[in-house]
């Protein structure tokens, strides 16, 4: 029996079988990186109100929306996202306290964080026609999503959507924001938050059992 060959010698085997300047097939990158990863983050965020800052990267950016009650695993329930400013990408890794009067002041908590899929690739298309179907890889939020954007909102900055949950293995009706409501990357609670950065810890625990 032949051994088990990898895939850098299956392409070797491709590209000696044909002649690139006669044929119009691909010659492969070269190289085996895997397609590129787009990271996504959701950050609990207590400021005037609580709400979740749901983030998923795209063009060199942070597509955001912020979910007043935030994700939801069972699909049978539509959660309201408010589309808001992109974000830079290193913004997916802040939390602390942004100070009280600033834009946004209060909590953060990095509350998810993964990576995710289009279903479409054609994501721009998506957007514009206010339908992205999309899989979440995180430590919290796994498997099918979609965002529809609701009718009559249009395509204005702030524009209303819905979040939902497909029906797969990973829907549930896990209260999730309850069951799991600490910082993926520091374990703290927004209290434990805030005492960190010298924030609100009152205000911050408050949003601990909203
Ligand atoms: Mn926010």
Redesign the pocket.
């Known amino acids: 029996m032949r051994p088990l060959r990898n895939h850098r010698m299956a392409l070797t085997d491709y590209k000696g079988k044909r002649n690139f300047k006669i044929t119009p097939e691909p010659q492969g990158s070269g190289n085996h990186r895997r397609a590129p990863q787009l990271s996504f983050v959701v ?1 609990k ?1 207590r ?1 005037s109100h609580l ?3 749901f983030r998923l990267e795209w063009n060199g950016a942070l597509l ?1 929306w ?1 979910i007043p009650k935030g994700p939801s695993l069972d699909p049978s329930i539509k959660r309201l996202a408010m589309a ?1 400013e992109d974000h830079p990408l290193d913004y997916g890794g802040f939390e602390g306290i942004i100070p009280e009067g600033q834009y ?1 002041g209060g909590t ?1 908590m990095v509350w998810d964080r993964g990576t995710w899929q289009s279903e479409n690739p054609d994501v721009d298309t998506c957007l514009k026609k206010g339908e992205l179907k999309f899989v979440l890889h995180g430590s919290k939020l796994k498997g099918s999503w979609v965002l529809v954007r609701t009718k009559g909102a249009q395509k204005s900055a702030r524009s209303a959507w819905l979040l939902m949950k497909h029906k797969d293995r990973y829907a549930s009706l896990q209260d999730i924001t309850s069951s799991k409501a600490r910082s993926v990357l520091s374990r703290r609670s927004m209290a434990g938050i805030a005492a960190a950065y010298g924030g609100d810890v009152a205000k911050a625990a408050e949003s601990d059992s909203e």
Do not use: R
């Open positions: 950050q965020h400021a709400h979740y800052d955001s912020a808001v946004g953060v």
